[in-house]
Each structure stands twice: as structure tokens, then as C-alpha cells.
């Protein structure tokens, strides 16, 4: 089969579309045979070797977080999967990844894709849709009738934050820059605030209930985020190589997210999508040979919004 590997850390030179051999499922495990993947913006940081610590990966390594496809072959043990049965996932960020043609996937990793948006743009919901998800809720723990900021919500994390936030019955303040103002907008934010003229700090009026932070700042910035939330509130952060900041005094707490794959969450926003109450926004669709080009606009800042991989 074909895949996109690199065989040695480094820039985006390092990968390689080559021939691979294709794999088989051991128990337990599902062959999926990948209709498309997605770009995620962590892939190039391990690509480029600085998260083996975290997410230590074995060379050669094929990228590609997210996958939708169809099964193609179950390993012993597995249930409530057929083969042709159309799935989507978020893969262990340790294995090898969706950008082939074929990939070995956890059966408890994958849920019935949704019927409401082509096959390929489901791949655009798994990991930035329970980043978003696990955010709010799991950590979060939102309410209806709380307040929320999303620092970044023209990003694919942020989209998805806000639209599940404004559906829980939060009110929902959002920063983002001029160009994204408009979907951030029409996702269901009450309060867009352009931060290319206003600091996170001063886009709060009144204290809110929960912060998501999604874009990198200033280190004293998010020092400064427990100060806008109520007592008892929570900042939760995903610019992981700064630790949330707390406020114990105030029992603010901070939280650093690090998301994982669950499958009974990633059905929940697959019924959203279904239902209408959930939007999947696609960016760009690149073939799988176009991926090493997508790492080197990435690592210039040319990425703006998912980009998903189109295999099959």
C-alpha cells in the first residue's frame, strides 16, 4: 500500500510517500481502509522529534491523528463492527497514523461515521471535536446559564467550542482575529472580540465561569486569565508547554488538557452532526501526496483552518 512516512525526525523534507507493507489487525484491532485523514498541527511537532517525551512514536512513522474509512477487516474479538461499515476515529497518538492507504485502528477507537457530511469531511470532526468537547465538558464542566471565553475561536478547536457551548445554553464570548470574526459569528458566539486590537484580559466585562484557551500568549497573559473568572471557576488550557495557571485563594482552578480518544463522545457529536445542531468545517481537501506540502505551509503559518487528506 501506499503511505506518507518519515524514516528520521526533522522538517517537512523528512517525509516520504513510499510503498509500505499493509498491515493486519491482531485482537481486538479493526483494518480500516482509510478514505481520508487530516492535518493536525501537533503532527509537526512530532515530526520534528520534540514531543517524545509526551508521544514517543517509532521510526518510520506514518502521521495522520484522525481517520474515516470503512472496514475493511476485524481482528479476533471484535463486535458491532462489519466490514463496509463506514467509521470514524481518533487513532493512538503513538502508532502509526491514517495518512495511508491502509491503518490498524482499536475497535473501541472507532463509532458509525455520520450519514449528514461526506465520508472524508467526517475525518475533519475526531480529534479537534473531543478536544473541544473535553474541554467544556469534562473539565470544564459547563452549565446552561454559564459564561465562557474561548481564546481562539477562529481555530478548528475553537469552532467547535463555541457551537457546543452556545447548544449547552452557555453565553459565549470569543476572540478571534478579523478574517474569522464571521464564522465565529455564525457558530452562535454572543460577544466576537478582535483580538488584534483588544487583549484577552479586557474582552471580559463581567467574570466568566470557564476560560478555554486555545492560542498561544504571553506568558503573563495567561498568568493573568484565573482574574476573569468567578470563584470557583475554571482556565482550561491547551498550549500545553505553559501549565494553567490556578488561583487557589479564589479556587480557580487550572487545568491542562491533553485529549484522548473516546468513542462514546465521538458518537455524541456525530448524532449532533446528524442532527444539524453540529457544523463540520473543512478548510482545504489535499490528496495524500500533497500532505508534505501541507507541513511545510504549517511550519510558515500558512495553515488556516482543517485540512483534510484526501486517500481513497
Known amino acids: 500500500m501506499k503511505a506518507v512516512r518519515f524514516h528520521e525526525f526533522g522538517g517537512p523534507e523528512v517525509l516520504r510517500h513510499e510503498d509500505v507493507e499493509q498491515p493486519a489487525p491482531a485482537a481486538g484491532e479493526v483494518l480500516v481502509r482509510v ?14 522529534g520534540v514531543m517524545q517525551g509526551p508521544i514517543p512514536v517509532d521510526l518510520p512513522h506514518t502521521p495522520g491523528l484522525d481517520v474515516a474509512g470503512e472496514v475493511a477487516e476485524l481482528g479476533e474479538g471484535v463486535e458491532g463492527l462489519a466490514v463496509g461499515d463506514e467509521v470514524i476515529g481518533f487513532l493512538p497518538m503513538t502508532k502509526p497514523g491514517a495518512a495511508a492507504e491502509y491503518v490498524i ?46 481564546n481562539g475561536a477562529g481555530g478548528p478547536v475553537g469552532g467547535y467550542a463555541v ?7 452557555a453565553h459565549v464570548i470569543a476572540t478571534a482575529s478579523p478574517r474569522s ?31 478555554l484557551n486555545l492560542a498561544p500568549v504571553d506568558p503573563d497573559v495567561l498568568a493573568g486569565l484565573p482574574s ?8 482550561v488550557n491547551t498550549t500545553i508547554w505553559m501549565p494553567a ?24 457529536l456525530v448524532a449532533l452532526v446528524d442532527s444539524g445542531d453540529l457544523r463540520v468545517d473543512v478548510a482545504r481537501r489535499v490528496p495524500l501526496t500533497g500532505l508534505p506540502e501541507i507541513h ?6 500558512e495553515v488556516r483552518g482543517k485540512v483534510v487528506v484526501l486517500v481513497a
Open 163 to 169: 457551537q457546543l457551548a452556545k447548544q449547552a445554553g
Open 296 to 301: 511545510v505551509q504549517a511550519a510558515s503559518g
Open 228 to 235: 476573569v473568572v468567578r470563584s470557583g471557576g475554571v482556565v
Open 245 to 268: 495557571p490556578t488561583d487557589e485563594e479564589r479556587d480557580v482552578r487550572g487545568v491542562n488538557l491533553y485529549v484522548r480518544s473516546d468513542a462514546e463522545q465521538l458518537a455524541k
Open 35 to 48: 478514505t481520508a485523514t487530516t492535518f493536525n498541527p501537533v503532527e509537526g511537532n512530532i515530526r520534528l
Open 105 to 150: 485502528a482499536p475497535a473501541a477507537a472507532l463509532t458509525p461515521a455520520p450519514e449528514g457530511v461526506p465520508l472524508a469531511d467526517a475525518a475533519a470532526l475526531p480529534l479537534v471535536g473531543l478536544t473541544a468537547y473535553q474541554a467544556l465538558f469534562d473539565h470544564g464542566q459547563l452549565e446552561a446559564g454559564q459564561r465562557v471565553l474561548v
Open 181 to 211: 470574526a464571521e464564522a465565529v459569528r455564525a457558530a452562535g458566539a454572543d460577544e466576537v472580540v478582535d483580538h488584534t486590537t483588544t487583549g484577552v484580559l479586557s474582552a471580559v466585562t463581567e467574570p466568566v465561569d470557564l476560560v
